[in-house]
């Protein structure tokens, strides 16, 4: 039984909870085993809300009274450690910001809350939120339940670690430039960064450079991204870049009044990419031809032209390195491996940035450009399945590239502020998790959750899970 709980998804949960064939009581007191069992070995929790029980209690006293409730009503939640949580220690990754309580929960909390979601606990990050490994001085490392010896990823590998082994069915975390997908595929589930500014930042840290950061859901089905969008999105009237008053709908299960084009991509203009990913690409894209879409494969000249991640790295050194140094000035000692990384890099010059603006222009006009013809493109997320922990350098289809280069087909949504979702649709020969990536235009986050929801119904890897 305990297992039913800790592998159902929010939205079965909340459900269950509502026509009283479950307790959240039990919900959240399943969740809190399983991270007693587990979680020793993963170290993806770095801090247990200590009102979690005392929340479902009241959670079940709501249910037993009649009373009308949210849609994630009695529904444990997590949330990476660089988000405000009111009450709940929220550390950031670092020594320096050791035993800080915020007293206000960050937007994004507030409204999983409003909507009836109780918070279980937060998931351990790198330092500040920055590197592609969850590791830091202050909690250590985090590991994959697929395979111990390597990353869930970063910068939300604790978030994505806990929900891929059962000790959370919902979750958020942060994205600068893969940091909620590339968890999610080196884990096995789904996660959504939608458009930029379609979900308040206020409450997360770090917020330079704000127009590349995004907040977004982590879980285990597409019908949970979209119920959890669906209650995150729209503006707080404290993050300006939060504007859109767009209407959401989910739009899973709904007939398009015309048949969807999607285009897919694999090479060039993301990078080298490992041939297994690629198949797992051909694969998602021949699944969704066959269930009725146009689909073909496709080109984006912007992207051969503009290497996203080049342009990515030109732009947000310069708006990243004064907040480094201002928080790490006069704790040096606290410093860990990313922090004086990215205090150690070269300034870009006022030349290259402005040209770097530009580049990162033609990257808009030429999305906009694709998506006047197509309504979706399927990519890779990462160019290889997670990776064995400390590497920094990589042989992907016969080429060595470092570490950054894991980056290449999601950092271009970030330089952009296209939608995305990552999915699992395939396995390695090693047994570990093929994702591939969704993109929508901007705003269509409804038209990527129709298409994911059709290529989930259809996926050869539905239901599987590590065995912890």
């Avoid at 990215?342 to 010059?349: A, E, G, I, K």
Wanted: net charge negative; aromatic share 6%; no cysteine.
């Amino acid at each position: 039984m305990s297992e039913d709980i800790t592998y159902s998804d929010a939205t079965g949960l909340a459900a269950r909870i509502r026509n009283k064939e479950l307790s959240p009581v039990e919900v959240v007191q399943a969740h809190l085993d399983r991270i007693e069992a587990v979680d020793p070995e993963i170290n993806a929790i770095v801090t247990l809300a200590d009102n979690a029980l005392a929340e479902a209690r009241r959670a079940e006293a709501a249910i037993q009274a009649g009373e009308d409730v949210g849609p994630l009503h009695g529904v444990p939640f997590t949330i990476k450690d660089s988000i405000d949580t009111a009450g709940v220690l929220t550390q950031r990754g670092s020594p320096i910001f050791k035993g800080r309580v915020p007293e206000v929960d960050a937007t994004s909390v507030a409204r999983l809350k409003r909507a009836g979601g109780i918070l279980l606990a937060k998931t351990n990050l790198p330092e500040f939120s920055y590197w592609i490994e969850s590791d830091n001085l202050l909690t250590g490392r985090s590991n994959n339940p697929w395979d111990l010896t390597r990353t869930p990823g970063g910068s939300s590998g604790g978030e994505s670690a806990a929900i891929a082994a059962g000790m959370s069915p919902l979750g958020l975390g942060t994205d600068l430039a893969i940091s909620v997908r590339g968890p999610a595929a080196q884990t096995g589930i789904v996660s959504l960064k939608a458009t930029h500014g379609r979900v308040p930042m206020t409450g997360i840290y770090p917020r330079a450079p704000r127009r590349f950061w995004h907040v977004g859901p982590m879980a285990r089905s597409i019908r949970d991204l979209a119920l959890a969008f669906s209650q995150l999105a729209g503006p707080d009237g404290k993050d300006a870049f939060a504007t859109s008053t767009a209407a959401f709908d989910a739009g899973i299960g709904r007939q398009p009044y015309r048949q969807l084009r999607v285009g897919w991509l694999v090479e060039p203009g993301f990078g080298p990419i490992d041939p297994e990913v690629a198949r797992t690409v051909e694969a998602a894209a021949e699944a969704l031809r066959e269930s009725g879409l146009h689909v073909e494969p496709v080109r984006i000249p912007a992207l051969e032209k503009d290497f996203a991640l080049d342009v990515f790295n030109k732009l947000h050194v310069m708006e990243m390195k004064p907040e480094f140094a201002a928080v790490t000035e006069g704790h040096e000692d606290q410093m860990y491996k990313m922090s004086r990384t990215m205090l150690s890099l070269p300034d870009t010059s006022l030349g290259d940035y402005i040209a770097a603006e530009q580049a990162a222009e033609r990257l808009r006009d030429g999305f906009a450009e694709y998506f006047a013809k197509f309504d979706a493109l399927i990519t890779p997320v990462l160019p290889l399945p997670a990776h064995k922990h400390g590497q920094e350098e990589f042989v992907i289809n016969g080429r060595t590239v470092d570490a950054t280069y894991l980056q290449g087909a999601t950092v271009p949504l970030n330089v952009t502020g296209l939608p995305g979702i990552s999915m699992r649709f395939g396995t390695s020969t090693e047994g570990l998790p093929i994702n591939v990536q969704i993109v929508g235009s901007w705003l269509a986050e409804t038209t990527i959750l129709n298409v994911a929801s059709t290529l989930e119904s259809v996926s050869p890897v539905r239901g599987l899970r590590p065995a912890l």
